[in-house]
């Protein structure tokens, strides 16, 4: 799974969107908007959790050659307060678009898949610190939660560290941008399923005036990034 995890996530999401037809809320059509917005703060929640995490102290997930990999223990930053914050933000971030998109196998299959895949690509990864890192590992893992972060001394954390909004950028661009556009496609696709293409026109007409934005500012990010603007300590 930590292999291949970069494609078993998108496929379960098109599978959900494509195999089932998304619901009102309550049969509500006029709160539609209102479980909309609830499932963009979610999302948003789990970006900005992302970004805590990152700015203060970064640790590569991808791996070495597509296995498990660790050059070091980090427990800085964000990673004092929570084992694994990047996966934690990431299941926010889908349970967020699930919301918006509002479909019963999403909430009933594709997010409890999601969370079982997580689950065993972290058994995984502690496995594998556990051997490299001994003791010091052990006693990380007892004082330290999993998922759930801990608040506690958060704010002297962040007071202690210096926030790289450079690596923020340069890491987080790309991953904010595919979201924030599968967020609004999503929201134009559930009113085009159940109220037809004339509603559909209309709220894709409002999405892609909200996309305009996020398309600027993903274009800048790469130029910045391409011409090494991004680099930390530039």
Same mark, same amino acid.
């Given at each position: 799974?930590?292999?291949?995890?970069?494609?078993?996530?998108?496929?379960?999401?098109?599978?959900?969107? %494509?195999? +089932?037809?998304?619901?009102?809320?309550?049969? @509500?059509?006029?709160?539609?908007?209102? *479980?909309?917005? #609830?499932?963009? #703060?979610?999302?948003?929640?789990?970006?900005?959790?992302?970004?805590?995490? /990152?700015?203060?102290? !970064? /640790?590569?997930?991808?791996?070495?050659?597509? #296995?498990?990999?660790?050059?070091?223990?980090?427990?800085?930053?964000?990673?004092?307060?929570?084992?694994?914050?990047?996966?934690?933000?990431? /299941?926010? %971030? !889908?349970?967020?678009?699930?919301?918006?998109?509002?479909?019963?196998?999403?909430?009933?299959? #594709?997010?409890? *898949?999601?969370?079982?895949?997580?689950?065993?690509?972290?058994?995984?990864?502690?496995?594998?610190?556990?051997?490299?890192?001994?003791?010091?590992?052990?006693?990380?893992?007892?004082? %330290?939660?999993?998922?759930?972060?801990?608040?506690?001394?958060?704010?002297? +954390?962040?007071?202690?560290?210096?926030?790289?909004?450079?690596? *923020?950028? @340069? $890491?987080?661009?790309?991953?904010?941008?595919?979201?924030?556009?599968?967020?609004?496609?999503?929201?134009?696709?559930? /009113?085009? %399923?159940?109220?037809?293409?004339?509603?559909?026109?209309?709220?894709?007409?409002?999405?892609?005036?909200?996309?305009?934005?996020?398309?600027?500012? !993903?274009? +800048?990010?790469?130029? *910045? $990034? $391409? @011409?090494?603007?991004?680099?930390?300590?530039?």
């Amino acid at each position: 799974m930590f292999r291949y995890r970069t494609a078993i996530f998108p496929a379960v999401c098109i599978a959900v969107v %494509v195999a +089932t037809t998304p619901a009102a809320p309550f049969g @509500r059509e006029d709160w539609d908007r209102w *479980l909309d917005l #609830a499932g963009l #703060a979610i999302a948003m929640s789990g970006q900005l959790l992302r970004g805590l995490v /990152i700015g203060l102290a !970064y /640790i590569q997930r991808g791996g070495k050659d597509n #296995a498990i990999h660790a050059d070091a223990l980090v427990r800085d930053g964000f990673f004092a307060h929570c084992r694994n914050p990047l996966y934690t933000g990431n /299941i926010l %971030v !889908y349970l967020g678009l699930f919301v918006i998109l509002n479909s019963t196998a999403g909430y009933l299959i #594709a997010m409890p *898949l999601i969370a079982f895949v997580y689950w065993c690509i972290v058994v995984a990864e502690e496995e594998y610190l556990g051997g490299r890192f001994g003791s010091v590992y052990d006693d990380y893992s007892r004082r %330290v939660p999993r998922f759930l972060p801990s608040f506690s001394g958060l704010g002297e +954390t962040i007071r202690g560290m210096r926030f790289d909004w450079r690596r *923020l950028l @340069r $890491k987080e661009y790309g991953a904010t941008f595919a979201w924030i556009s599968t967020a609004l496609a999503l929201a134009v696709w559930e /009113i085009w %399923v159940r109220q037809g293409p004339r509603a559909g026109r209309a709220r894709l007409r409002m999405a892609v005036l909200a996309w305009a934005p996020v398309v600027a500012a !993903y274009l +800048t990010a790469r130029w *910045l $990034k $391409k @011409r090494r603007y991004l680099a930390s300590g530039s």
